[in-house]
């Protein structure tokens, strides 16, 4: 299985950046999918993730600026970001599971057991 996330770099406050991960391994429709990041000093979060009922969950700080979808013909996860700002700044990690279902699929149970690609840095200037 293998998680490869790109489209890190840098962007000011209020721009956009997409980041992609292409996954083997697992499937995007089916599968427990999400993306985590970590900034400096800080512990891992949980950004969005979504279940295999296509239930799509996305923590309080990036609601309505942040947008997950997927490609399933390319098994591909994506993640928008928009309207960035400057606490944004993290590695960003793309992680998946073919077993964890439900409830699970949205926080420090995934956080703990899912499998997680390389990460990508964003750096929001303001």
Known sequence: AHLA???GGSAQ???SL???CGVSGYTVSRDCMGWFRQAP???RELVTSRDS???TNYADSVKGRFTVSQDNAKNILYLQM???KPEDTAMYYCAAS???RGPDCRGAYFLKHGNWGQGTQVTVSS
Do not use: H, Y
């Open 13 to 15: 406050a209020g721009g």
């Open 18 to 20: 997409r980041l992609s």
């Open 82 to 84: 928009n309207s960035l």
């Open 5 to 7: 996330v790109s489209g």
């Open 41 to 43: 000093g800080k512990e």
């Open 98 to 100: 073919s077993w964890i």
């Open 53 to 55: 009922d296509g239930t």
